[in-house]
């Protein structure tokens, strides 16, 4: 009898834990569903019920200058963090991989702290900083402050694929001539590209959405897609703002699966 109900008992709380993951889903994910459904809208005021189905928001956003500026000012900073992080990202994770030097659990904490500190306290911090040095808010501020966020999860995802490269493969190009350099560029860096190319789109990924910590360091009268949407929603709540939210979520959602699958498929051939 006790066992019969203490499998009840399982069954129920098994039960209560699926509704509740069902019910935090869909507190997560429902704002979503409805800026997207709502950008569809064609009615000029966003809301239930629809009256019918139209793209005219999006052509909207592609005649409206101020959100192109916007846009493209976060397709420069997003590329070119990218590539600065992934370039720094290899280096250092080949430097806290494959070499021993004195405090290298110093520098791996510091290079993994942004990632443990909270946006807010790191865009306060180094807008502080600034002003302390008197430096002005600039497009270098904020792509340094990018690179600052982003640069810990290529470092992550990169060397979790390094430590997973056994050393015997460098180790053999070496013997048959090869310098390092040569090894790393004909050995590694090809086993390495699943990894380079997942964190090239997540940095791209973490700089284009971004809107806590640019609010505070980009430059005057400069905004970013993210903060043209805070912007844009100071005045009212428009089906031109669900469509440019929409576009981010497809952006920012799509990159990283893309990237994941690309990976997968890379990891895949390389067997």
């Known amino acids: 009898m006790r066992a019969a109900r203490a499998t009840a008992e399982g069954v129920w709380g098994w039960r209560a834990v699926k ?45 409206n200058d101020i959100v192109l500026a916007a846009a493209q000012l976060s397709l420069e900073i997003g590329a070119i963090t990218a590539i600065i992080c992934t370039i720094l990202g290899i280096l250092a994770a080949l430097a806290l991989v494959r070499y021993e030097f004195p ?4 520098v791996n904490a510091l290079m993994i702290a942004p990632v443990l500190i909270p946006e807010t306290v790191l ?19 904020l792509l340094m402050g990018h690179v600052m966020m982003s640069l810990p999860y290529v470092v992550l995802v990169v060397q979790a694929r390094l430590i997973g490269i056994k050393r015997v493969y460098e180790e053999a190009a070496l013997s048959l001539g090869a310098n390092r350099f040569q090894a790393f560029r004909e050995v590694t860096l090809p086993l390495l590209m699943p990894a380079v190319l997942a964190g090239i789109l997540l940095a791209f990924t973490i700089s284009f959405d971004n ?7 980009r430059p005057p009268g400069k905004e970013t897609l993210p903060t043209q949407i805070y912007s844009m929603l100071h005045t009212s709540i428009s089906p031109e703002i669900n469509a440019l939210g929409t576009l981010m979520i497809i ?4 990159l990283p699966l893309l990237g994941g699958a690309l990976a997968r498929a890379l990891a895949r051939s390389q067997r």
Do not use: C, D
Request: charged content about 10%; overall charge positive.
């Open 123 to 141: 865009a306060v911090g180094l807008l502080l900083f600034l002003h302390w040095l008197h430096q002005p808010r600039t497009f270098l501020l």
């Open 19 to 63: 509704a509740a993951s069902v019910l935090v889903y869909i507190f997560m994910f429902a704002p979503i569903a409805v800026t997207m459904l709502l950008s569809f809208n064609a009615s000029e005021f966003g809301g239930f019920p629809i009256k019918g189905f139209s793209l005219r928001w999006f052509g909207v956003l592609f005649h």
């Open 251 to 254: 952006i920012t959602v799509g």
């Open 103 to 106: 405090g290298k659990e110093w």
């Open 211 to 217: 809107v806590t910590a640019t609010l505070f360091w």
